[in-house]
Structures are given as structure tokens and as C-alpha cells.
């Protein structure tokens, strides 16, 4: 069965940087995009960042600059490197992947349990 296990998360000062990472497992990792959500406590989830399985990447415009998304597909792991965190980056982050086949199909999503982020001083 699909399987998304996220790690990496803490408490960090405002200016820190944290790695998160999510190991996948019972699908064809290098063959599908994936995707990093967050939500915050009373805030809907919110995409933060995509790499898709050629490797292109796109983040929402809050994170760019300070947000990194990687995949080592030998691993069957995506990363996030999160750099100059700010008090408003708290949040659980989620890995996700969309295994739908065409775009026409339904969205067919898969979660990790989350990973709590937390930036205060």
C-alpha cells in the first residue's frame, strides 16, 4: 500500500533552517509529482512546493527564495529545505502525491501524517 512518512520537523528560532523529508513507498516513486502542504492552526492546507518527476519545481510566491525541493529517487525521498524561517511558516507539513494516471481522472491523493514546524524564539 502507499505509504508517506514524513520526518525533519521541531522547533526552530526565527532565521533557522529545518530539512524536512517524507519516504515513500508502494508506488513507482520516479514516475509521479510530489508535492509539500502546510496548514496552520484555523488556515486551510495550503500547496507549498511541487517537483515533478522530471525534476521541475515550482513554490507558492511566500516561500520562494527560502524554500527548497529535492527528490533522490534511488531513495524513493522527497526533501524540503526550509531556510530563513519565519514565525509564519508554523505549521504541520505534509507530504502528498496525486497518483492519478490522465488529468482527466479524479484526483487519487495520498498523505503523510504530518510533520509539526514550529519558528519562535
Known amino acids: 500500500q502507499v505509504q508517506l512518512v514524513e520526518s525533519g520537523g521541531g522547533l526552530v528560532q526565527p532565521g533557522g533552517s529545518l530539512r524536512l523529508s517524507c519516504a515513500a513507498s508502494?508506488?513507482?516513486?520516479?514516475?509521479?509529482?510530489m508535492n509539500w502542504y502546510r496548514q496552520a492552526p484555523g488556515k486551510e492546507r495550503e500547496l507549498v512546493a511541487t517537483?515533478?518527476?522530471?525534476?521541475?519545481?515550482n513554490y507558492v510566491d511566500s516561500v520562494k527564495g527560502r524554500f527548497t525541493i529535492s527528490r533522490d529517487n534511488a531513495k524513493n525521498t522527497v526533501y524540503l529545505q526550509m531556510n530563513s524561517l519565519k514565525p509564519e511558516d508554523k505549521a504541520v507539513y505534509y507530504c502528498n502525491v496525486d497518483l492519478r494516471s490522465w488529468v482527466g481522472e479524479p484526483p487519487r491523493d495520498y498523505w503523510g501524517q504530518g510533520t509539526q514546524v514550529t519558528v519562535s524564539s
Open positions: 517537483i515533478t518527476s522530471g525534476g521541475y519545481t
Open positions: 508502494g508506488f513507482t516513486f520516479v514516475s509521479y509529482a
